[in-house]
C-alpha cells in the first residue's frame, strides 16, 4: 500500500486482488458473526472492534493475509485446522488460495467476543 487508509475499504482497495477477495469475505463473516463490532484501522490495518476494544485485526501481506490476534479461547474454538495455520505467536497466517473457512472465522470471532465479555484482553 502507498498511502495509509482511513476506512477498511481503502485499505481493501489497495491490496492485490486475490487478496483483496479473501478479505472481503473474511470481513462479511466477522461482521455476521459479531454484528456489534465496529469497523476501523487500527495500527494501519483493518479492525474491528467490539466494545472499545479490538476483536480482530486482519491484514494483508506480499505473500500472505493474517488475523489477529490468536488466543487460547480461539484456538481451543478453531481446533486443529486453526492450530496449523498458526504462525507465530498470535498470529494466523492463510494464501488467499486457502482461506480461513468460514465456520473457523464464526467460532473465532465469536470466542474472541466472549473472551472480552468475560474482561480477557
Given at each position: 500500500?502507498?498511502?495509509?487508509?482511513?476506512?477498511?475499504?481503502?485499505?481493501?482497495?489497495?491490496?492485490?486482488?486475490?487478496?483483496?477477495?479473501?478479505?472481503?469475505?473474511?470481513?462479511?463473516?466477522?461482521?455476521?458473526?459479531?454484528?456489534?463490532?465496529?469497523?476501523?484501522?487500527?495500527?494501519?490495518?483493518?479492525?474491528?472492534?467490539?466494545?472499545?476494544?479490538?476483536?480482530l485485526y486482519f491484514a494483508s501481506h506480499k505473500?500472505?493475509?493474517?488475523?489477529?490476534?490468536?488466543?487460547?479461547?480461539?484456538?481451543?474454538?478453531?481446533?486443529?485446522?486453526?492450530?496449523?495455520?498458526?504462525?507465530?505467536?498470535?498470529?494466523?497466517?492463510?494464501?488467499?488460495?486457502?482461506?480461513l473457512p468460514p465456520r473457523i472465522v464464526s467460532?473465532?470471532?465469536?470466542?474472541?467476543?466472549?473472551?472480552?465479555?468475560?474482561?480477557?484482553?
Amino acid at each position: 500500500m502507498t498511502e495509509q487508509a482511513t476506512d477498511i475499504d481503502a485499505y481493501l482497495a489497495n491490496v492485490p486482488e486475490a487478496h483483496r477477495e479473501v478479505l472481503q469475505r473474511l470481513r462479511a463473516q466477522i461482521r455476521e458473526a459479531v454484528p456489534e463490532a465496529a469497523e476501523t484501522i487500527s495500527y494501519k490495518i483493518p479492525t474491528f472492534k467490539y466494545r472499545g476494544r479490538a476483536l480482530l485485526y486482519f491484514a494483508s501481506h506480499k505473500d500472505h493475509c493474517s488475523v489477529y490476534p490468536v488466543t487460547d479461547a480461539m484456538l481451543e474454538a478453531g481446533g486443529d485446522e486453526l492450530s496449523s495455520r498458526v504462525a507465530g505467536k498470535g498470529t494466523v497466517r492463510f494464501k488467499p488460495g486457502d482461506p480461513l473457512p468460514p465456520r473457523i472465522v464464526s467460532r473465532i470471532a465469536k470466542a474472541r467476543k466472549q473472551e472480552l465479555d468475560a474482561g480477557g484482553r
